[in-house]
């Protein structure tokens, strides 16, 4: 069974820095996306980045581009998302997941949650101001 367990989180001053992983077991990269997701209390689910198995493609959200990096080690299993320019509005739980590479073939479909199949149990990170 695949599992996805996200680290990394913590509290940061606005303008810090963090990195978060996420390691699986029970499976590979290989024929799959990567993502990071995140949802701020009370807010909606939200896409942040995702990396195609091969990682050469990744895609950003347009709040996080230029200031967050995502990333995988093939012989660690893991995934990472590093975050720098932190501000107060990246507050949130953020989430790992993983999908199939076809059913997340184009952006759009990577963007969707609903794409994904195995997800994380989450990781908090708040942005002081």
């Known amino acids: 069974q695949v599992q996805l367990v996200e680290s990394g989180g913590g509290l940061v001053q606005a303008g810090g820095s963090l990195r978060l992983q996420c390691t699986v077991s029970g499976g590979t990269f290989s024929g799959y996306t990567m993502a990071w997701f995140r949802q701020a209390s009370g807010g909606e689910r939200e896409f942040v980045a995702a990396?195609?198995?091969?990682?050469?493609?990744?895609n950003y959200a347009d709040s996080v581009k230029d200031r967050f990096t995502i990333s995988r080690d093939f012989t660690k299993n893991t995934v990472y998302l590093q975050m720098n320019s932190l501000k107060p509005e990246d507050t949130a739980v953020y989430y790992c997941?993983?999908?199939?590479?076809?059913?997340?073939?184009?952006?759009?479909?990577?963007?969707?949650?609903?794409?994904?199949?195995?997800w994380g149990q989450g990781t908090q990170v708040t942005v002081s101001s």
């Open positions: 990396l195609v198995w091969s990682g050469d493609m990744t």
């Open positions: 997941a993983t999908a199939s590479v076809m059913r997340t073939a184009y952006f759009y479909l990577r963007k969707d949650g609903k794409n994904y199949d195995y």
